[in-house]
């Protein structure tokens, strides 16, 4: 069992930053890749952004690209979203999971290990 922790969500006015962080149990988070999920109210979940568990391949969704940057400390057993130019729509509930696997998906369907979830409030 994979035990996620998300932090570092919260209210910022549009154009400010945010790092989210992804903090894992696991003591083999370097064999796990993440994904970074969000899902606004009424809205479905949606991918963000992922990265592989070497940190080496990353994706991200069209709309945060340049914007947005995914990392990883595997002595840390943390993943990171940093997110800079934040707008009103990227207000959300993010969340971070995690799959034994070296490549990531985008497919939130794939993971097998979740966390709860840390809230972002974009004021316009």
């Known amino acids: 069992q994979v035990q996620l922790v998300e932090s570092g969500g919260g209210l910022v006015q549009a154009g400010g930053s945010l790092r989210l962080s992804c903090s894992a149990s696991?003591?083999?988070?370097?064999?796990?890749?993440v994904g970074w999920f969000r899902q606004a109210p009424g809205k479905e979940q949606e991918f963000v952004s992922i990265?592989?568990?070497?940190?080496?391949?990353?994706v991200y969704v069209d709309s945060v690209k340049g914007r947005f940057i995914i990392s990883r400390d595997n002595v840390k057993n943390t993943a990171y979203l940093q997110m800079n130019s934040l707008k009103p729509e990227d207000t959300a509930l993010y969340y971070c999971?995690?799959?034994?696997?070296?490549?990531?998906?985008?497919?939130?369907?794939?993971?097998?290990?979740w966390g709860r979830g840390t809230q972002v409030t974009v004021s316009s």
């Open positions: 696991a003591n083999a988070f370097r064999d796990y890749a």
């Open positions: 999971a995690a799959r034994p696997k070296v490549w990531a998906s985008r497919d939130p369907g794939m993971y097998e290990y």
């Open positions: 990265i592989g568990s070497t940190g080496r391949n990353t």
